[in-house]
């Protein structure tokens, strides 16, 4: 059910971007209101039923919005289509995770836009500073005991299996106790040892629950428990995501250790600076991270024995009280003074525990706050107006000061100490978890550099060269320029992305080159299905006529019509066989429209982020692709638009001055072409710079200058296919890192496809990718070279003719040939596949069309027009790309077909 689900939502969520779309065009258009209800309201309805419970509450904001448009009493404008576009991203996500734990970007933000959205009559007033989805406060929060028997295995249950069922129900904080495993010569593999506590905030009831654990409920020890403190308990798990605070555990457990080794050090031994101020960020970084979590926490709903504010108090008392040796330098502090820090570290500890096993409150630790002078309600100190910014950067800053005190000590000359580098490194990762957080891009790249940079020294044992000193110095630099630009902007989040476009991790193209599960299935229509189904009627019925046929041959008195039936029965069945051939490869044709639908929205959005007005012409919706070619051909075309809109379209300021209308023209075709499929993008932006391309190939060293010296600008426009060039002036989040042309060609090549470029200065570029229709069935001529059989595809094939020897001719070791008025570099087949060829008074030449390049092939004969099967090489022979795949003929023998662009390539790379 939930995988027909996810199907049908995919599909409706196209049906609703291209509606949202539409409607944005005309805003009072009733018809394109009910298309948006009718989707969402089918999204919600299907969700619920197929379990997606979240998915159903946060598609009912959206559902309410426009039920309210479809009566007349909310206005389409353009911050309601915005709202419904971003509220198809967060349904997306929420489709591809489906669980109540994990955190959605964007879903609070866009639930929160739908309810201001709303007339105040539909809008309950809700409480001060509280902006949760619909339901979210009828959850209930309960701890949970599983404790498996040993034999749990036996009866088939796995208790991972339960636990993911579990975290369906809504958001589970789980923690795993292994103090039952034995040593290792007493572990039975299959016996379970292991027991589990977990906090689940849900909106289902304890029956749910124990629903989870039916087929395990007598295998198991299974306590369920409301907990008191349900607010305090809901707020905190109900609010923060399962990773951060898991994380935020972590780190504190990892804080206290050393906490605790650095007080022991200053007992043990004279007054030493660096334990002080190690001590100091220890506890800084904890009250940093607790405010950190707790700004995530409605704070008027956790009670004041709550341990979340309780831990901020303390570490907060502590940091005061230590706050004068620190400023004092030197000086030791007192045994008193120690024993108040072990005690702290212990009292932490113990906050710790109850946060994480009942999430719920407790007793103060009354005496130490008041050692500490700090009084049981006290808070920390005042808050700025935004909470959650101001502990990012508490956190932030106080990571930084740590991060420049090592710096200071590896980057002048000195010794890069193992621990120092632990120091380093430790920093750098909280940082990187809050930057993480609370979504800072531009920080994000300077902390991953010197991560890398610290994680292989650290790895290798080794000492940081002068290189890596260099290189964490400008990392450090450009990490603290642009907390400082945070800090005084008051922004913690980078310039926002596009909807469409998933952000990519720092230095990664946009093009992905695989690992993406593709959907296994495909709809059809039912006119193709009824075809078939005639099809294969027609085959059961000439089916029917062998057995006579075989009876016939048995009797002895067998006329002279058999040899007649024999043949009308195979025509039939030939016949039959091609109708259910070409029956079968349409179902797996579909219009490319599939993929086109998703470009409108990706347009749009990069347009507005880039500040430009671009008009998308779509046409050729209906031509039809196999559904392989289509799922791999989306990816190269998402970055050609992406670039096309980047660097191709000028911004409306350039074009008005150069003439040109404000808004740009970006156009994507589909049409037949020669047996195959051309995708046209085409924009009329400020055209390729030949001259520029030349110039950058040598700068980047792709390319020596007497190699370019003579180079035409059709093979120039070539040159955007090297890996590692690009005329941008920066690297932006859209495109500009000079890597992903390159991973388009590739990507259309690995489809037996070409790419094509056209461009004139000022004028605009051409995309032209050509693509077979089909990757299965191939037509082709069967030929013979060196005494072997091969299929050339006959989509590639653009003349064939017999040439005299004495009309071939030798320049500059070149085999040059003039065919039709036209000259053509002629390769022989045999001798590129390191085959001797025939000898020959006349040669057999196809003139083959690959891409941007013709040439001639010369073979030893032609034989005849095939339509064949073809086959993946597999078993290493995929390395082998001057061939397409392998076919099995009539007779059984193995053809290989050959790929012609790619045995261009061969040749040309042996000739060089």
């Keep these: 059910m939930r995988s027909a689900f996810r199907a049908e939502a995919l599909d409706l969520l196209i049906e609703l971007d291209s509606a949202l779309l539409a409607l944005e065009e005309v805003t009072a258009d009733s018809a394109l209101v009910h298309r948006v209800f009718r ?80 007339p105040a009559s539909s809008n309950p007033p809700a409480r001060q500073g509280e902006d949760q989805m619909p339901a979210t406060l009828t959850r209930s929060a309960f701890e949970i005991t599983f404790k498996p028997k040993r034999d749990l295995f036996y009866s088939g249950a796995d208790p991972v299996t339960l ?150 108090r303390v570490a907060h008392g502590l940091e005061s009280h230590l706050d004068p040796y620190r400023a004092a330098g030197a000086v030791r502090p007192t045994e008193q003074t120690v024993q108040t820090v072990l005690e702290t570290c212990d009292a932490i500890r113990n906050l710790l525990g109850r946060l994480k096993h009942t999430g719920s409150g407790g007793p103060a630790p009354l005496e130490l706050l008041a050692r500490l002078g700090v009084a049981a309600g006290d808070a920390p100190a005042a808050q700025p107006a935004n909470p959650r910014e101001a502990a990012f950067l508490n956190t932030a800053s106080q990571c930084v000061e740590l991060i420049d005190s090592c710096f200071q000590r590896i980057g002048n000359g000195g010794e890069a100490t193992r621990p120092v580098l632990e120091t380093y490194l430790r920093g750098l990762k909280t940082l990187s978890a809050a930057v993480q957080y609370r979504h800072c891009p531009e920080l994000e790249e300077p902390l991953a550099q010197q991560l890398r940079i610290l994680d292989a020294a650290m790895s290798a044992g080794s000492a940081l060269g002068g290189e890596d000193r260099l290189a964490l110095d400008s990392a450090f630099r450009a ?113 490319v429209k599939t993929v086109f639908q998703r470009f409108p929205r990706l347009v749009r959005d990069l347009a507005r982020s880039l500040g430009k007005e671009v008009q998308l012409v779509i046409e050729g919706e209906g031509i039809e692709l196999d559904k392989t070619i289509l799922e791999q051909i989306g990816d190269p075309l998402v970055h050609v638009i992406r670039n096309a809109v980047d660097h191709g379209l000028e911004p409306p300021e350039k074009r008005r001055s150069a003439g040109k209308s404000v808004s740009g023209q970006l156009a994507l075709r589909a049409r037949h072409e020669a047996g195959g499929v051309v995708i046209e993008i085409a924009d009329d932006g400020r055209g390729l710079d030949a001259a520029a391309l030349r110039r950058k190939a040598v700068d980047k060293g792709l390319l020596a200058p007497e190699t370019v010296a003579g180079m035409s600008d059709e093979a120039a426009f070539q040159l955007i296919f090297l890996p590692g060039l690009t005329t941008a002036a920066k690297v932006t989040d859209v495109s500009g890192r000079g890597v992903g042309m390159d991973v388009v060609r590739s990507n259309v090549r690995a489809l037996h496809g070409a790419i094509e470029i056209r461009s004139q200065p000022g004028r605009g570029t051409t995309f032209l990718i050509k693509l077979p229709t089909s990757l299965i069935v191939s037509k082709g001529i069967l030929l013979e070279a060196g005494g072997q059989q091969y299929v050339l595809p006959l989509s590639s094939i653009h003349d064939m003719v017999k040439l005299p020897l004495e009309a071939v001719h030798l320049y500059r070791g070149v085999t040059l040939a003039q065919v039709r008025g036209r000259v053509y570099s002629i390769f022989n087949l045999a001798e590129m596949l390191g085959q001797a060829p025939a000898r020959q008074t006349e040669l057999s030449v196809a003139i083959v069309e690959a891409g941007t390049v013709r040439y001639g092939l010369v073979v030893d004969r032609f034989m005849t027009e095939v339509e064949v099967l073809v086959k993946p090489l597999t078993g290493g022979l995929e390395q082998c790309r001057e061939f397409q795949g392998a076919a099995i003929m009539g007779d059984g023998r193995v053809v290989l077909v050959l790929n012609p662009l790619e045995c261009h390539s061969l040749v040309v790379t042996a000739c060089t």
């Design 39 to 118: 989707a969402i309201h089918t999204i919600k309805g299907s969700g619920a039923t197929a379990g997606f419970t979240r998915l159903a509450r946060f598609a009912h904001c959206m559902e309410e919005a426009f039920d309210l448009a479809r009566e007349g009493r909310l206005t389409v404008t353009p911050e309601l289509i915005d709202c419904g576009l971003k509220a198809c991203d967060v349904i997306r996500l929420l489709i591809e995770q489906n669980s109540e734990g994990a955190a959605i970007p964007g879903e609070a933000e866009a639930a929160g836009a739908f309810a201001k959205l709303l």
């Design 163 to 312: 636990l993911d069922d579990l975290r369906e129900l809504g958001q589970a904080h789980i923690t795993a106790h292994s103090d039952q495993v034995p040593l290792l010569p007493s572990l039975e593999p299959e016996l379970c040892y292991l027991w589990w506590e977990i906090l689940l905030v849900t909106d289902r009831g304890p029956s749910a629950i124990r629903d989870v654990f039916v087929f395990a409920e007598d295998d198991c020890e299974l306590r369920i428990r409301l907990l008191d403190d349900q607010e305090s308990a809901v707020s905190l798990l109900g609010s923060v995501p399962a990773e951060a605070f898991e994380l935020f555990v972590l780190e504190c457990e990892d804080h206290l250790e050393a906490m605790e080794r650095d007080a022991l050090a200053l007992a043990a031994g004279p007054a030493a600076r660096d334990e002080l101020d190690s001590l100091f960020r220890g506890i800084h970084s904890i009250k940093g991270n607790a405010g950190l979590l707790l700004s995530d926490v409605k704070g008027e709903t956790l009670t004041a024995g709550h341990p979340l504010p309780l831990l901020l």
């Design 479 to 591: 990490a603290r320029c642009a907390l400082d630009r945070i800090s005084a902007g008051g922004a913690v989040s980078g310039k926002s992305e596009p909807a469409s476009a998933a952000p990519l991790p720092p230095g990664t193209s946009e093009v992905r080159t695989g690992g993406s599960a593709s959907p296994s299935t495909i709809r059809i229509d039912q006119n193709k299905l009824d075809n078939l189904m005639r099809i294969v009627g027609e085959l059961l019925v000439a089916r029917g006529a062998f057995p006579l046929l075989v009876r016939k041959l048995n009797d002895r008195e067998t006329g002279t019509g058999l040899a007649k039936d024999l043949k009308d029965a195979g025509s039939n069945i030939s016949r039959i066989a091609d109708e259910l051939q070409s029956s079968v490869m349409s179902i797996r044709m579909l219009p």
